[in-house]
């Protein structure tokens, strides 16, 4: 079995508009997250896939359709990413990121790191991934759905 090992980095400075002061619980990110309608304007290439990002309580998650955008190098199909892993929130230079480590990343066995920032101050939170140039405004946003 292969494993290759993907780091993507997230540039901190290009936060969001406002984020929580303290770590939010556990409770409050577990659920399903689904494309927010921002992303729409920001970012047109995601405009044809329905993402869909599950965070278990258990600390794991499943992802379906999640924009390619963030990879140069990725085995996609067209069906945009897919794979599981593990979560878990971290501050990182005083925002509070979700940190996101793939096992397994398009049917591959793959060691990949990707990190969205939190935003709001308090729920209902949204994520934000940031690709590209910061100043691009090109960023992805997720919204949890409601149960």
């Known amino acids: 079995m ?8 997230v540039v901190l400075l290009a936060s969001c508009d406002s984020r929580p002061s303290e770590r939010p619980g556990q409770a409050e990110i577990a659920g399903t997250w689904t494309l927010d309608s921002t992303s729409l304007h920001n970012a ?5 896939l329905k993402p869909k990002l599950e965070l278990r309580t258990d600390g794991s998650f499943e992802v379906q359709a999640f924009p390619s955008l963030f990879f140069t190098d990725n085995p996609e199909d067209g069906r945009g990413l897919h794979g599981d892993g593990s ?28 990190k969205g920032f939190v935003c709001g101050r308090g729920p209902p939170f949204r994520l934000q991934f940031v690709f590209g140039d910061p100043d691009s405004n090109e960023k992805v946003y997720l919204k949890k759905r409601s149960e």
Do not use: H, Q, T
């Open 2 to 9: 292969r494993v290759c090992s993907l780091i993507i980095p």
């Open 44 to 48: 047109g290439a995601v405009n044809d």
């Open 87 to 114: 979560w878990r929130i971290v501050l990182e230079e005083g925002a509070w990121v979700l940190e996101m480590r793939w096992k397994k990343f398009c049917g591959e066995a793959r060691d990949v790191y990707l």
